[in-house]
C-alpha cells in the first residue's frame, strides 16, 4: 500500500487531551485535542522550565444540577471540565511541577458555534461563553495571552508543540497554521 | 430499588423510545426515497463525557450533521448525523431525477436543501412518534445543517450532557439504505432534552 508513504513520521512524544482532561508535557513532549467544536484547548507553558500544560475545556462554569431526585446523580467534576476552575488548576500543577507563575504564557483554540440556530438554549453557543470565561480567567491569573484561534463556525483539531511553543490548528478546507 | 436496578430500567426505556422514534425514522425516509430502509435495533450505551468524540468513530471524521429543536412543551435537541460521503449519497437519490445546474454553487445550494428537507422527514418522524409515545405535543424547529468533523459537531451534544453531570446515555441508533449487498447511506439519530428538561423527559416516561 502506497497510503503507508504519505503517513506522517510517528510522533512517539503525542498525547492526546480528552474532554476534560489535563496533561502537562516538558520538551519535546506534544499535546493535542482532535475534532474540538465549541470546547476550547487552553495550553500554558513556561518556556524556561521547559514546560506545558493543555486543558480540554467543555463548559464555562460549573451549573447548578437541575436534574432534581433524578436516579443519576452528578458526580464531581473533573476539573478541567469548566474554565473558571481548570485554569487555576492547571497553574498548581504546572507549579508543583516546576514552572514560575510569573513566566506562564497562554495559547488557546477553539469555540466554535456548529450550527446556525438562532432559538435556542445559551448551550447552542456555549463556545462564546468558554472564549470569555478564558480570557477573564487569564486576565485575573495575570497571564499573558501569546495567541488565539477561536470563535466562527468550524471545528478544529490543535496540537501544540514544547520545542516551539506553537500551537497548530487545523480545519476542514483549511490550510493548517500555527499560533 | 438500587440504582443500578434503575439505570437498568432506565436504559431499557430509552432502548424503547430509540426503537419506535428510528421506526419511524426509518418509514419515513423508506417513504420519500422509494427504497427500502434497514434499522439496526438500537442499543443504548452509557459513555464517560470524554470518550464521546472518539466513541463513534474518529474525531475527524468529516461528517454531515443536522440539528433540529423543539422549544415547546419539552425543550429538547434532536440530531442526524452521516458521514459525509454518506449524505453525498443521500443527496444525490434524493435529487435523482433533477438535471442540476450547471452552476456550482446553485448545485451544493440545491444539496444542502435536499439534506436538510431529510432530515426534517427524519428528525420529524422521529419526535412525533416519541411525542406520540410519551403523549406530549413536539413541534421541531427548521433543521440547521453542518458539514464538520464528528468530534467537533459531538461536542454540542457533550456539552449539554456535561451540565449534568460526566455521564451520556445515548442510544446508539442507525438506519440504511442498503443496495445490492452495497450499504450506501447510514446515519444516526441523537435526541437529547435541554438540561432543564430531563427531569420532566423522565416524568413522563414514569419515572
Known sequence: ?179 | MDQNDMNLVQMDLLKEIANIGTGHSATALSQMLGRGVDMFVPDVEQIPLEEISSFFGDPELPVCAVLARCDENLPLNLMLIMPESDSRALSEIMLFSITLPADLSMAEALRESALSEAGNIILGAFISAVGDFMKVELPLSVPAVAHDMLGAIMDVIISIFGVTGDMAFLADTRMTIPEEGNRVFSARVFLVPDPESLGEFMRLLGF
Open chain 1, 1 to 179: 500500500m502506497d497510503a503507508g508513504a504519505q503517513k506522517a513520521p510517528e510522533r512517539n512524544y503525542s498525547h492526546n487531551v480528552g474532554m476534560g482532561e489535563t496533561l502537562i508535557a516538558r520538551v519535546p513532549g506534544i499535546l493535542s485535542s482532535l475534532g474540538i467544536g465549541s470546547c476550547l484547548a487552553v495550553a500554558l507553558f513556561d518556556e524556561r522550565a521547559g514546560i506545558a500544560g493543555m486543558v480540554h475545556i467543555m463548559l464555562p462554569r460549573e451549573f447548578k444540577s437541575p436534574m432534581g431526585d433524578l436516579p443519576v446523580k452528578p458526580v464531581m467534576p473533573k476539573p478541567g471540565k469548566f474554565a473558571d476552575m481548570a485554569l487555576r488548576n492547571l497553574v498548581d500543577l504546572l507549579q508543583k511541577e516546576g514552572a514560575a507563575k510569573s513566566r506562564l504564557k497562554a495559547k488557546f483554540a477553539g469555540g466554535a458555534k456548529m450550527f446556525s440556530i438562532s432559538r435556542g438554549p445559551n448551550l447552542l453557543s456555549i463556545g462564546e461563553q468558554n472564549i470569555a470565561v478564558v480570557l477573564e480567567e487569564l486576565q485575573s491569573l495575570k497571564i499573558p495571552l501569546e495567541g488565539q484561534d477561536t470563535g466562527g463556525t468550524r471545528g478544529r483539531s490543535i496540537t501544540f508543540f514544547t520545542e516551539t511553543w506553537e500551537m497548530e490548528v487545523r480545519a476542514i478546507g483549511q490550510t493548517p497554521f500555527r499560533i
